[in-house]
């Protein structure tokens, strides 16, 4: 299970709302592991999560835009890594299910990553944000 703790916030909190509400879905995914919960319904959370994402990761990046963050472009492709990555966990889920490797990829590529960009990357657009 994933916090947002004190060093995830940006002091910005439209964000700081959205990462809390990503957060609780990645906890419903990474829960649905431990659980035996039907195809339909890991298929359904996952959609929820995904969908989620874009939607954060379009509005942050609109900020960005609007306040003509210099490190725009660069946060941007890193969220576009990060589509591609969720993709393939997709991928995976619907080939194999909740297998080991799908546990493993949620585990290193999803929430390992989600967790440093925002500690990193987010954290710094906040800190530009809110010298605005
Ligand atoms: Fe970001």
Known sequence: MITLTKDMELGVPKIDEQHRELIDRLNTVISMGAKSVSKEETEKTLDLLCDYILKHFSD???LQ????????????SQHQ???NEIGKLKQEFYANGTSAKFTLDLNNSIVNWIVRH???ADVEFGKYYRAL
Do not use: F
Request: aromatic share 20%.
């Open 60 to 62: 942050e990046e609109a």
């Open 81 to 83: 890594i990060y589509v």
């Open 118 to 120: 925002i500690k990193a």
């Open 65 to 76: 835009k609007q306040s003509g963050y210099p490190k725009y472009d660069w946060h941007k």
